[in-house]
């Protein structure tokens, strides 16, 4: 008598593995840090996105410091002072990096081939940065501050906004600055790189295809 | 299939070439930390003092009670500010049918007499016959005298003068209307009033709107603000005391602000609010737009950008 071959075992069904498999096929590691790249990546400008991130991570840095000495710390303290001038600094460096990646993927038309998605976020990103600045400079306690509050409240109020996002109650905008924003905008930039790697740099405009590369040009 | 199915499908007949991610971001990081940790050691950061109320009453007395006056008479900048702080008709700024901060209603309200003026007096008055007196006298007023007394005081500091510390005026009938300016005046010296416009009946506070307000309706912070370049009209929102940079990424914001017609309408906020939204949303669905989604391919700083491969394709 025959041995009934096994049944093919069912592949079990649960959200976790549903989860798994999803990730396993959109984010394989190959693709989030990936260790080749095609070979017109070679210009500044694919360095303006990982410098506005660079200023980004000593913005929190910085950040975190101020906030965990509190909002008075560094009016009166030379070591506080400092950090908060790392902070501006850095401030400026994450801005002006981050609007000349943005031009920069405008004039490579960054969104061909499938990335709209990827361009509209790092749009987002660029708009709810420019808030969370905003709060910022709104929360410093000092003369900036107050007059930034005082001219401000026109735009906010008119815009309707200002009964429930008030410029002039330092605790609520600087709650949302410390908390709520860098929290959305460092999501928003995970998503925004997660979509970069998904799909990898855009080709050239124009790009035509070449003759078959050889075995050791073809992407592993 | 997977996406790096897709990528490699994309990449088909390119050459590909090692790089090193991690180290890349690793330099960047280094490179980033010297600029930063640089500038701020050597160029440092902005940190002016905040104007107190008791700063301006005791810097320019009369601009304080000038603008106390108009607190109480209910002709400050605040007092018809409409919404979101009372209900003055037509205050509220609209284009069109679009209203936004009528819709938005008094959410956060405030009268200026009673809560600038005449609450914070009423805490001075404890133990102070003629500041008591004066209140008495001001509140049994009709509110066309009050008015009266209000009107002829504010024009007579238009000539006031500081004599021993004092706002003097004219002579004429101000009614109780100086005793009340003079208790408010030595309460704001004190700096007694900061507080008193804080409080709200809890221990901490964190709500700086009506002191802000207040401050705002006079002339001694604006002129402050002008003289550092920050106001509207001088591209003030980009920029910072000092020479420091501000937020410059608002250029285009405070654009409008310099020309007309904007400049001159009465309702420029809500004009620029509603035409920075609709040019941001342009620039978010710009891969979606003919002529714009265009211009890189006619524009040859792409050409630029992949010089390499242009030059060998």
Do not use: C
């Not at chain 1, 990982?50 to 965990?68: D, K, T």
């Not at chain 2, 299939?1 to 070439?17: C, F, L, N, P």
């Not at chain 2, 991610?21 to 640089?38: H, Q, R």
């Amino acid at each position: 008598m025959r041995e009934a071959s096994p049944k093919p075992q069912a592949e079990p069904s649960s959200w976790t593995l549903s989860i798994r498999r999803l990730l396993t096929r959109h984010l394989p590691l190959k693709n989030l840090l990936p260790d080749r790249q095609p070979v017109y990546v070679g210009s500044w400008v694919y360095i303006f996105g990982v410098v506005a991130i660079a200023g980004l991570v000593w913005i929190v840095a910085s950040g975190v410091v101020l906030a965990f000495f509190g909002p008075q710390w560094w009016h009166e303290s030379g070591v506080g002072r400092f950090v908060n001038s790392l902070h501006l600094w850095s401030v400026q460096v994450f801005f002006v990096f981050m609007v000349l990646h943005l031009w920069g993927q405008y004039f490579m038309a960054g969104w061909r081939d499938g990335r709209a998605p990827t361009w509209m976020v790092g749009v987002v990103i660029f708009a709810f940065s420019i808030v969370t600045a905003f709060t910022g400079f709104v929360s410093q306690q000092n003369f900036d501050g107050q007059w930034i509050a005082v001219n401000a409240k026109d735009a906010t109020n008119a815009a309707g906004i200002g009964s429930f996002f008030n410029v002039l109650n330092f605790g609520q905008m600087y709650g949302i600055h410390v908390v709520l924003l860098p929290m959305l905008v460092v999501t928003l930039l995970v998503v925004h790189i997660v979509l970069v790697r998904m799909r990898g740099v855009v080709r050239p405009i124009g790009y035509k295809h070449a003759a078959p590369p050889s075995d050791e040009e073809r992407p592993s | 299939m997977t996406s790096a199915d897709r990528q490699a499908e994309y990449y088909v007949g390119i050459k590909m070439v090692h790089f090193d991610l991690v180290k890349e971001l690793v330099l960047a990081l280094f490179v980033v930390s010297i600029v930063v940790i640089g500038l701020a050691g050597a160029l440092s950061s902005p940190d002016d003092p905040a104007v107190t109320i008791q700063t301006w009453a005791t810097k320019d007395p009369v601009d304080f009670v000038t603008t106390a006056a108009s607190e109480l008479a209910g002709t400050s900048g605040t007092a018809g500010y409409g919404p979101p702080y009372n209900s003055t008709a037509d205050a509220a700024q609209a284009v069109g049918p679009i209203a936004p901060q009528a819709w938005a209603g008094v959410s956060t309200p405030i009268d200026t007499a009673q809560d600038f003026v005449l609450r914070p007096l009423g805490f001075a008055a404890i133990g102070n016959p003629t500041l008591t007196t004066a209140l008495q006298a001001y509140g049994a007023a009709s509110a066309t005298q009050q008015q009266s007394w209000l009107t002829d005081y504010s024009t007579a500091l238009a000539d006031a003068t500081v004599v021993n510390d004092e706002v003097s005026v004219a002579s004429g009938d101000y009614g109780p209307v100086p005793d009340l300016m003079t208790g408010l005046l030595g309460l704001a010296r004190t700096g007694a009033l900061d507080g008193l416009l804080l409080s709200n009946g809890n221990l901490f506070q964190t709500d700086f709107t009506r002191p802000l307000l207040f401050m705002g309706d006079g002339n001694y912070l604006p002129n402050l603000a002008a003289d550092q370049h920050l106001t509207g009209d001088q591209w003030g929102m980009m920029n910072e005391t000092g020479m420091y940079p501000g937020q410059t990424w608002l250029w285009l914001f405070s654009f409008w602000y310099q020309i007309p017609p904007f400049n001159t309408a009465s309702n420029t906020d809500l004009v620029v609010i509603i035409l920075m939204i609709v040019l941001t949303t342009l620039l978010a669905l710009v891969p979606f737009i003919p002529i714009l989604r265009d211009i890189p391919r006619w524009v040859p700083i792409h050409r630029l950008i992949w010089r390499r491969y242009y030059r060998t394709s």
